[in-house]
């Protein structure tokens, strides 16, 4: 894989600042020309007189130089924003350093910083050092990064060459910060509000990248956050929001630790022996539910695993085992074992007795969302058949994600169901009376399938290869992926002492007719029903 450099290097103006900021351009240009040593590709940005310094130490084969002058910045959409911020009292009050760092003496300091991931994105668009193809790799490096990083870690110990990549995520570093009023300037409330975290490290903007799916993900999702916040008087660095992604899409990020001192050679030196390790995020937690049928549970684990192996791989999953036959504990114990899956003993509590078992222990875990599958629901191994898709590659990240961008509580993963599909609306069924006729005025009392109305959607949409509805589908125990919020509103803020299907059927559709709820399905055949392995109809308990 081609891991190819992109960096800038401006005169800001830093060497007129007071002691302990100041740096002189002269300073910058000895460190960068150390880094301009390294045999990686670089796509280097500049002024006139910076692209006269590269093109005397880099060869043309393996530089692009793109002009762009420190004037461009002023007509960036963030630019005025960082002028009217970092003259405010409030904002250069939170902190007794912040009133004489770069931040707030030079003009376009920030203006400059906050800009790396749109030049990032921008290289990857204009590279014209070679093909176009997914075995290339974008980062950014800064210019002046031989300040702290010994310059031999490029050009000896070839760190560069040896990055651990992931061709889903982008590649943060980060260090541990006891935030108390601030993170850089922005406002430690604030930013609590937006991440639901009470975060405690920083993310690195000396240092990142991704391939060309990745950046391009990074710069909508950094573009939205950046002028979003900016536009609400919060102002950080590029580091701030480069925190909050970290906190808010951590299945996107792989992210890795470097010491409290904030230095990237830590890093490095973890490169160059390949002791490297990402902090890892149980973002998804996938329950399954189980009764006196081993081989049954075997394949449902397998199934997902075969669909979505990477996300099974990272995912904390847990069979819920309601089997009351000693004989079959062996085999499940083997089975999770083989499938790395966390196994909880119940009493056969029922079907829906465990749903809500796992809406419970859920909440009390450290992931972000959910799925449950009963042991007679598979996810597909055949290709496409009906009227959509049976199979989209990383099928719950692009969920998750979903989610994220819709502000969805929950995502069905399956259009088709085994009873119907959600073309038609199945609460209807089990909706009270006085409700039936508020929500539809012409309900004429009978219950019948072939009345049933059609359900409501407000929005067809598309993320990636993945299309999606949103809008009322009802719920079902179907495979459905919930974030914490929504599993509190289905499951936790109502509890019912024997809970049924029917009942949170109903239940969920009220809250959605009172916008408390919003949901979506994708428009995926993904879950087939095979129960292969039965038993007596006469032994099937829903909730005890």
Known sequence: MNAIIVTGLWDLGRGKMGEGWSRSYDDYLKKFEELLKIDNDMIIYGDEQLEYFVSERREKHNTQFIRRDLDWFRYQSHYPMIQKIREKEEW???????????????????????????????????????????????????????????????????????LPLNNSKILFVSFPYKA??????????????????????????????GN?????????????????????????????????ISELYPYKVD????????????????????????????????????????????KTARSIKYYAN?????????????????????????????YDIEEIHKDNIGICGGRQFAAEHFDQSTSEYMVFFEDDM?????????????????????SMEIMTKENLDYLKLT????????????????????????YFPDYGGHRMIDLMPDTI???????????????????????????????????????????????WMSHVFQLMRAGTIKAGVLLLDSVVHDRFQHYPASERIESV
């Open 457 to 503: 959607y407000d929005k067809i949409g598309k993320y990636e290869d993945l299309m999606y509805a949103t809008g009322e589908p009802h719920y079902c125990n179907w495979p459905v992926l919930f974030n914490k919020e929504g599993n509190r509103k289905v499951f936790l803020d109502t509890k019912w002492a024997h809970p049924y299907e029917q009942t």
């Open 255 to 298: 992210r890795y630790r470097i010491e409290e001192n904030g230095l990237l050679s830590t890093f490095f030196e973890n490169v160059k022996n390949r002791t490297t390790k990402n902090v890892k995020h149980n973002s998804l937690s996938v329950y399954i539910l189980s009764y006196n049928s081993p081989l049954q549970f075997e």
């Open 415 to 438: 259009f088709k169901e085994f009873f119907g599909d959600n073309i038609k609306q199945w609460a209807w069924m089990n909706l009270p009376e006085d409700k039936m006729k508020d």
């Open 92 to 162: 250069l009050s939170q902190a007794g350093w912040l009133r004489d760092s770069t931040q707030a003496k030079l003009e376009m300091y920030n203006p400059v910083v906050m800009s790396k991931v749109f030049l990032l994105n921008d290289a990857v668009i204009s590279n014209s050092l070679g093909s176009d193809t997914e075995e290339n790799y974008y980062f950014w490096l800064d210019a002046g990064i031989t300040n702290t990083v010994h310059p031999g870690y490029f050009t000896h110990d070839q760190v560069l060459h040896r």
């Open 310 to 338: 990477s996300s099974f791989k990272n995912a904390k999953k847990i069979l819920i085992n309601n089997s009351t036959k000693e004989s079959t504990f062996e085999q499940y114990d083997k089975f999770c074992k083989d």
């Open 180 to 209: 108390e009023n601030e993170i850089h300037g922005f406002n430690y409330e604030e930013f609590k509000k937006i991440t639901s975290k009470n975060t405690q490290y920083v993310v690195r903007g000396g240092f990142f990248g």
């Open 212 to 244: 060309k799916r990745n950046i391009s993900w990074l710069n909508e999702t950094y573009y939205r956050l950046l002028n979003s916040t900016l536009g609400r008087g919060l102002m950080g660095t590029e580091e701030s929001i480069f925190t909050i």
């Open 378 to 398: 598979c996810l597909y191994s055949e290709p496409q058949h009906g009227y959509f898709n049976r199979y989209v590659e990383r099928i719950f990240e692009k």
